[in-house]
């Protein structure tokens, strides 16, 4: 039992100096990380773009809001986004039903994707620039218009989307 004191005397000590030499090191369980390297620029990378990145690392503020509307984004960028409504002829339309007696009459359209949509009067419906010019208690007008290269009105029609025939005789 001696001898098991002495050996645990002597080799204590030397285990806990063995121990305090490697703090240098972090403790990985044998794992140790690869050193990152600096990313080497892709050719097409200018300083510039380099210094945009930077700004938006900088200031997380500068960054995409996932909340903020995509329309609204590109609303900003001075360019007219086109409404589902915008997709086909006016004939492949149907009028499903009309809110009238409010302060702005409102139309539930049919689109040929299967939705419905409402729209009201100065809404933009059909491939021909149409407008929705006005709505009645039993229909909808829509003007189309075709516009030359110098954005001059050549044509300009009038077209009436009313409701299905067994809505007008219900009311």
């Known amino acids: 039992m001696k001898r098991f004191l002495y050996i645990i ?34 050719p097409s990378e200018t300083g ?24 609204a984004i590109e609303a900003k960028k001075g360019e007219r986004i086109k409404t589902p409504l915008e997709c086909c002829e006016l004939s492949v339309f149907k009028v499903m039903a009309i809110l009238s007696g409010t302060k702005e009459p409102r139309a539930l359209i049919a689109a040929p994707d299967g939705k419905t949509y409402s729209t009201k009067k100065g809404d933009r419906i059909g491939l021909r620039n149409g407008r929705v010019v006005e709505v009645g208690k039993r229909s909808v007008i829509v003007e189309e ?27």
Request: proline fraction near 8%; include cysteine; charged fraction near 35%.
């Open 145 to 171: 218009m075709e516009l030359d290269d110098n954005g001059e009105v050549v044509y300009r029609e009038k077209i009436e989307l009313s409701l299905p025939e067994e809505e007008k005789m219900m009311r």
């Open 48 to 71: 510039e773009e380099k210094k945009e990145e930077a700004a938006v690392e900088a200031h997380p503020a500068a960054k995409r809001n996932p909340f903020f509307s995509y329309l």
């Open 9 to 42: 005397a002597i080799f204590l000590p030397l285990f806990f100096l063995s121990c305090s030499a490697e703090k240098k090191e972090e403790p990985s369980a044998g794992i140790k990380k690869p050193e990152q390297a600096a990313p080497a620029l892709l």
